[in-house]
């Protein structure tokens, strides 16, 4: 039997490893590494601070609790952009 749809993606984010120099997050197959360096928002949070994140709209990741929205182009390509911490 062949679907003639694919189903909705279940694949939710999951941090994989922290690190004192950042963190990999694991997100539809591919594993992604943060440094802090370039994602200053999450150096001086908590474990379960940085892993209460959620898949929004299949290409952003949200992160409630510190009010961090990241695209998965931003965390793929982070030298395109300019990144500003508060």
Do not use: R
Not at 22 to 41: M, N, Q, T, V
Not at 48 to 68: C, K, R
């Amino acid at each position: 039997m062949k679907l003639k749809k694919h189903g909705k993606s279940t694949s939710k984010p999951e941090v994989t490893n922290i690190s004192e120099h950042g963190f990999w997050i694991l997100l539809s197959g591919a594993e992604y590494f943060l440094p802090f360096d370039k994602f200053p928002w999450f150096k001086d949070v908590s474990i379960a601070e940085i892993t209460n994140v959620q898949l929004l709209h299949g290409s952003h990741l949200y992160w409630d609790v510190l009010d961090v929205d990241l695209s998965c182009d931003i965390i793929e390509h982070p030298e395109k952009y300019k990144l500003l911490a508060n």
